[in-house]
């Protein structure tokens, strides 16, 4: 039996209006997101002297990200249409390796309340946030935080079984 007192964590808001894109009890169970990055953001060739060389363009450093579910209801797809800008709140977890000694500056604006810092033992490290800087102590080894996105919308479908009862639901963003 699945507990429908949890609630997901994750949100998902239109960005032209700001309106949240309900994700009901019974859609919000189980769900998964992964990330990945956009494949445009670096490449390499070799010279002729066979020494590699990076073609990495940090605009092109985005994420694509696939949230996916299979429960009892979908999330209001009716009306998402291909190409809709989104913001999405993640679930997902992305770790951060400390840029200075003591102030980090997130690479997006971290989900209030996702973000922790651990030190080489794992254990939590006392930390201040002020928007996506985060200030540690300097034995501070990695930063976990949950990132907010601005994406497009590439991919909305769902799937039900009737005879199971249950619906399967997958969006697919990309960063824009």
């Known amino acids: 039996m699945k507990n ?16 949240e894109i309900p994700i009901p009890s019974g859609a919000d169970v189980g769900i998964r997101q992964s990330l990945s990055v956009l494949p445009q953001a670096g490449s390499g060739r070799r010279s002729v002297n066979g020494v590699r060389i990076s073609l990495k363009n940090p605009l092109f450093q985005k994420f694509i990200t696939d949230i996916s579910a299979n429960d009892n209801l979908p999330v209001a797809l009716a009306g998402l249409w291909p190409e809709e800008l989104v913001t999405v709140h993640s679930v997902h977890v992305l770790p ?27 254990n939590l490290m006392d930390i201040s946030i002020a928007g996506a800087v985060v200030t540690h102590p300097a034995i501070t080894k990695i930063i976990f935080f949950s990132p907010i996105l601005e994406c497009a919308l590439i991919s909305p479908s769902s799937d039900r079984d009737d005879d199971a ?10 960063e824009v």
């Open 96 to 122: 951060q390796r400390p840029s200075t000694a003591t102030q980090t500056t997130l690479i997006r604006p971290p989900v209030s309340g996702s973000v922790y810092a651990v030190d080489d033992d794992g």
């Open 165 to 174: 009862a249950s619906v399967s639901w997958n969006l697919t963003f990309e």
């Open 4 to 19: 429908r007192n949890w609630r997901t964590k994750l949100k998902l808001f239109l960005t032209e209006t700001g309106e």
